[in-house]
């Protein structure tokens, strides 16, 4: 059914198709037309850069993505610790952390059956302190020196120093209570 009015519409607009050839010349005086009007006309070229275009601006896209990116990885600030604030306050960092490490080595020292489990309680404790400090450090980047984040972080030091030293109290309590046990028993 579609076929026959396809056929019917050809056939009232036979007359309306221009199917002559255009005369000689034609297709020169349609480009001397086009060169009088004001807009240049545009040849166009076969061009194999033409093709790479594409290519070219995904590959310019993602070095710019990977040196931005690095840019602001170079720009993350380093996180400050006390020894950044000022030299009295390095010292105090670095009194700090030679104190725990004496500390620990004295613990190590101590350890035995009786006492391992209250020295890895303690160990437990200094990393809770540790990561606490860690997260001050962060603190202390983002809030350009304060005061209170400066006096926790002291606090944290003296917070593991505190732990160290009772630990070490109740190592003694422990091996005084053994020795005692042991010369009832003699």
């Known amino acids: 059914m579609k076929k026959n009015t396809m056929n019917d519409l050809f056939r009232h607009m036979q007359d309306d198709f221009d199917i002559e050839m255009p005369s000689a010349g034609h297709e020169h005086r349609f480009l001397d037309k086009l060169k009088t009007q004001q807009n240049p006309v545009i040849v166009g070229k076969f061009n194999a850069f033409n093709y790479w275009r594409p290519f070219l601006a995904v590959a310019a896209t993602i070095i710019l993505c990977f040196s931005v990116f690095t840019v602001i990885q170079q720009q ?7 020894a950044n604030v000022s030299p009295e306050l390095s010292q105090t960092q670095s009194f700090f952390v030679s104190a725990i490490e004496q500390e620990i080595t004295a613990i190590e020292a101590q350890r035995s059956p009786e006492t391992k489990d209250m020295i890895e309680d303690a160990l ?25 984040v400066i006096y926790a972080m002291i606090n944290n030091f003296q917070n593991r120093i505190d732990i160290l030293k009772t630990l070490l109290e109740h190592i003694e309590e422990v ?12």
């Open 76 to 82: 993350e600030p380093e996180l400050r610790d006390l």
């Open 124 to 148: 437990k404790s200094l990393k809770v302190l540790e990561t606490e400090y860690q997260t001050l450090k962060v603190d202390l980047t983002e809030s350009g020196n304060d005061k209170r």
């Open 175 to 186: 091996k005084n209570l053994k020795q005692y046990q042991h010369e009832n028993t003699i």
